[in-house]
T-cell receptor, first 112, second 113 residues
């Protein structure tokens, strides 16, 4: 089955800097890659997703890139703000979500 | 916005008790999921359901069962709670069809004493 690895497990940046979180997946048939943000005391919330027919997607300060050949995808947050502090999860799945697999999470801390 | 509501934020139960965790979604979603979240392990799928009365095992179903009698409600049952089931439990729903995002509740932190 699919295996998703996520790095780093913790990341600390200064406000205004960029943050990058990387994930690799094992199943070449995976074609959907969502990213979730989990704030303290809350459930994970979808922040951006990308499908395998696209190499990059951007939404304001957040972007995701996908390299299908290398089977890795990354989350980029620019101009970080303290409210970006949270745990971020990547995930990968095939055409249906019954087999969605999550990375172990990255705890991002943005220092003011 | 999709709303997934988990009935309890915190729950404390004793070893051997039968425990029910309830989840309700308000968007007529086809699929519902139960995960447990443990530090360093991410989210692990316990069970999912793709229709009323239909269920399938996830990666870690042992010690759990589920019930889906109505489309909007998905229950997780710990038949005889054990201390190793102390964890955060997350419910999610999803519209069904290819490449749909899952929508999560805020979780139930369950402690088994």
């Amino acid at each position: 089955g699919e295996n998703v690895e996520q790095h780093p497990s913790t990341l600390s940046v200064q406000e205004g800097d960029s943050a990058v979180i990387k994930c690799t997946y094992s199943d070449s048939a995976s074609n959907y890659f969502p990213w979730y943000k989990q704030e303290l005391g809350k459930g994970p919330q979808l922040i951006i997703d990308i499908r395998s027919n696209v190499g990059e997607k951007k939404d304001q300060r957040i972007a995701v890139t996908l390299n299908k050949t290398a089977k890795h995808f990354s989350l980029h947050i620019t101009e970080t703000q303290p409210e970006d502090s949270a745990v971020y999860f990547c995930a990968a799945s095939r055409w249906n979500n019954n087999d969605m697999r999550f990375g172990a999470g990255t705890r991002l801390t943005v220092k003011p | 916005d999709v709303k997934v509501t988990q009935s309890s934020r915190y729950l404390v139960k004793r070893t051997g008790e039968k425990v029910f965790l309830e989840c309700v979604q308000d968007m007529d979603h086809e699929n519902m999921f139960w995960y447990r979240q443990d530090p360093g392990l991410g989210l692990r799928l316990i069970y999912f359901s793709y229709d009323v009365k239909m269920k399938e095992k996830g990666d870690i179903p042992e010690g759990y069962s589920v019930s889906r009698e109505k489309k909007e409600r998905f229950s997780l049952i710990l038949e005889s709670a054990s201390t190793n089931q102390t964890s955060m439990y997350l419910c999610a729903s999803e519209r069904g069809g290819p490449n749909q995002p899952q929508h999560f509740g805020d979780g139930t932190r369950l402690s088994i004493l």
